[in-house]
């Protein structure tokens, strides 16, 4: 299994941090605690995972939070003032976010751009947009909507599953298939160990960066519906910094921000740690909320300083071992 | 003939700063009126200028970041910390050991950056990121979550007085220009630092310092972000740790790229990323002057950055070469 070592810390961690948790308050070790976790951080457990595959190819997609932002207006205003059934209108929108991510990608391979300043342009352009629709929340009433926040999957012990839980763990389920299973998932990891190489092996990088961005956007527009599922609402102040969060989750996950190593269960990892932290926060109920962050650039630091180290040791062992197989 | 215009360094920047200008003089006729009032000059030319004095103020240390191949994503969150400190410090302790104290935690975390990426080899976006991200909370630390508030009358001086007529903020960006130039350009700073983000590893085989000019620039980037900090703290007379230099190290990096300098390091031009700066803000200015919705902000930077990148890219050199051989 390729980065598993960093993901075993990583899962070491959150066990650690629970642990820790359920020792100070003896109600954290319940599944409604474990629920909630899951729900309230729905989509950014849906935006992580496309993150991770933008990271491992080598990339970065700043623009995903705009893209949320954008969609929670776009889904609320279709439905609310256009009448359009929730069901098209998520249709429309996920081809339009398809459409969006596509563009940056193809931007980036043909202008031979660096990714931050591409997706930089598409955040900008994502959360203009979603300003000029509507500068208002907007509140969505359509039945869909109480269907899906009724609907729940009870654990013992009081927990309840919620719909848009399911919906990020099967989408983690579904990404951690594709990057570890198919032929899709082995060329983000040959474009994030060197795109040279890749294009020699034969490897079409330009319909690969363009899928991979593709896939980020399509992502950040689901996770706009969950997250409009989440609120009931459509605003364009919606997710501002997600992307900063999503990319914190992927690199405490144990993906590599250089690319070529990572994988989608430690992002999910990560994702929970942060979620731990915010929910140890709520119950101590007299920290600030903004320690999450200082805690979380922590993290990202003991992280980054970790892969630093692996790093350092696999290229002064990297040598001698080609050494060896030349001789 | 366009080639050549193209690779002309700075008319292109300085054609759009004023097509800008006139564009915002069409939409808003007194826009090149200036009064004097009070010893202080008043007008929308010395609005542009002024508002524009944080953006020019970090550009300035993010345009020789930008040259070694860096990046510094953490300005906005060094503006926040700087202006909660010298907000909660200048009713008690006065000017200068606010200032000192201000600049000095910027300083730090200019050297904590420069730490990450010089001596740790992290790569910069993600070794800014830390602090992006941690910076705000250290803020709101400082202020306790509230908007601090003061009334020191020389602190409210940097942001909001007048220096032989010029509004404060705008004599300390031209200060800082004049410095920073002097040393960078009046020595070969200048050209080691070009020579470090051109090639890292041959600028050190060369027998530069590469590591020490790395950290150099991060600390005067650290510093130019607690500096900018501290005039908008003086300018609203409070410090809010929460939207203190929101999402202005993105404008600081738009500002350095329509400057003209590439994000993969190299040539920079600390004149042009201050045209980069007045660009942005003669934007700004003129799309709040014309009675659009500010949103509309958003969607013309977007639309900038992109005509900027196509003029950088090296599909349009490409293109360019080709056709010149075509007319030949």
């Not at chain 1, 729900?39 to 700043?62: E, K, Q, R, W, Y």
């Not at chain 1, 999957?153 to 579904?174: E, N, Q, S």
């Not at chain 2, 202006?83 to 730090?108: E, T």
């Not at chain 2, 920079?268 to 990323?273: I, K």
Request: one cysteine or more; aromatic letters at 8%; hydrophobic letters at 60%.
């Amino acid at each position: 299994m390729r980065g598993l070592p960093p993901v075993a810390i990583t899962a070491l961690v959150f066990v650690a941090g629970f642990a820790l948790c359920t020792a100070q308050f003896p109600n954290f070790a319940s599944t409604r605690v474990v629920a909630n976790l899951l729900t309230d951080n729905a989509f950014l457990g849906i935006v992580a995972t496309g993150m991770t595959f933008v990271i491992i190819s080598g990339g970065i997609d700043l623009s995903v939070g705009s893209v949320i932002g954008f969609t929670t207006v776009f889904v609320a205003l279709a439905i609310e003032r256009l009448g359009v059934p929730p069901l098209i209108a998520f249709a429309a929108i996920l081809l339009l976010c398809a459409a969006f991510g596509a563009a940056m990608g193809a931007i980036i391979h043909v202008f031979d751009m660096p990714p931050f300043i591409v997706t930089l342009a598409g955040m900008f352009l994502a959360r203009g947009a979603s300003f000029l629709m509507s500068t208002e929340s907007t509140p969505i009433s359509a039945p869909l909507y109480s269907t899906v926040s009724d609907f729940a999957l009870r654990l013992p012990g009081g927990g309840r599953l919620t719909a848009i839980a399911l919906i990020m763990l099967a989408v983690v389920a579904a990404g951690a298939v594709l990057l570890h299973f198919t032929r899709f998932g082995a060329n983000v990891y040959a474009l994030g160990g060197s795109r040279t190489t890749t294009a020699l092996m034969g490897i079409p990088v330009g319909s690969m960066t363009v899928r991979i961005y593709m896939l980020s956007s399509v992502l950040a527009g689901l996770a706009g519906i969950v997250f409009s599922f989440y609120t009931a609402a459509g605003y364009s102040l919606s997710a501002v910094g997600v992307e900063l969060d999503s990319i914190a989750a992927v690199v405490i996950g144990g993906t590599l921000l250089t690319g070529g190593q990572g994988s989608v269960v430690g992002t999910l990892l990560g994702v929970l740690i942060q979620g731990l932290i915010q929910t140890y926060i709520n119950f101590d109920g007299t920290l600030s909320s903004w320690w999450t962050k200082i805690v979380t650039g922590i993290l990202l630091f003991a992280f980054i300083a970790l892969q630093q180290a692996m790093l350092g040791i696999a290229r002064r062992s990297g040598p001698r071992k080609a050494g060896v197989l030349k001789s | 003939m366009m080639q050549r215009l193209l690779q002309s360094r700075g008319l292109p920047q300085i054609i759009a700063l004023l097509v800008i200008l006139v564009i915002d003089r069409a939409v808003s006729p007194q826009f090149f009126d200036l009064r004097m009032l009070d010893g202080r000059l008043f007008g929308s030319l010395i609005d542009v200028l002024n508002r524009g004095a944080p953006v020019a103020l970090l550009s300035l240390g993010m345009v020789l970041v930008i040259a070694t191949r860096g990046i510094d994503l953490s300005v906005g969150a060094v503006m926040a910390i700087s202006g909660a400190i010298a907000a909660s410090l200048a009713d008690q302790h006065g000017l200068p050991i606010a200032l000192a104290a201000a600049l000095g935690a910027g300083l730090l975390c200019g050297l904590w950056n420069g730490f990450l990426v010089a001596v740790l080899g992290i790569q910069p976006i993600v070794a800014t990121l830390i602090l992006m991200v941690a910076g705000r909370g250290v803020a709101q630390l400082i202020t306790e979550g509230r908007i601090v508030t003061f009334t020191a009358p020389d602190l409210v001086w940097l942001g909001n007085g007048a220096v032989f007529g010029a509004p404060t903020p705008v004599a300390v960006v031209l200060g800082m220009l004049i410095v920073t130039g002097a040393v960078v350009r009046g020595s070969a700073l200048g050209l080691l630092i070009e020579a470090t983000g051109g090639n890292a590893r041959a600028s050190e085989l060369a027998g530069i310092g590469t590591r020490a000019m790395i950290l150099a620039v991060y600390v005067w980037c650290g510093l130019c972000a607690a500096l900018a900090g501290v005039i908008a703290a003086a300018d609203i007379m409070g410090a809010d740790a929460n939207n203190a230099g929101l999402w202005l190290e993105l404008d600081a990096i738009l500002a350095v790229v329509i400057g003209g300098t590439s994000l993969f390091g190299g040539r920079f031009s600390l004149v042009l990323a201050m045209v980069g700066a007045l660009i942005i803000q003669a934007m700004n200015t003129g799309i709040l002057l014309s009675g659009y919705p500010p949103e509309f902000n958003l969607l013309v930077k977007a639309a900038v950055v992109l005509i900027v990148l196509l003029l950088q890219s090296p599909w349009l050199a490409s293109v360019g070469a080709v056709l010149g051989r075509a007319r030949q």
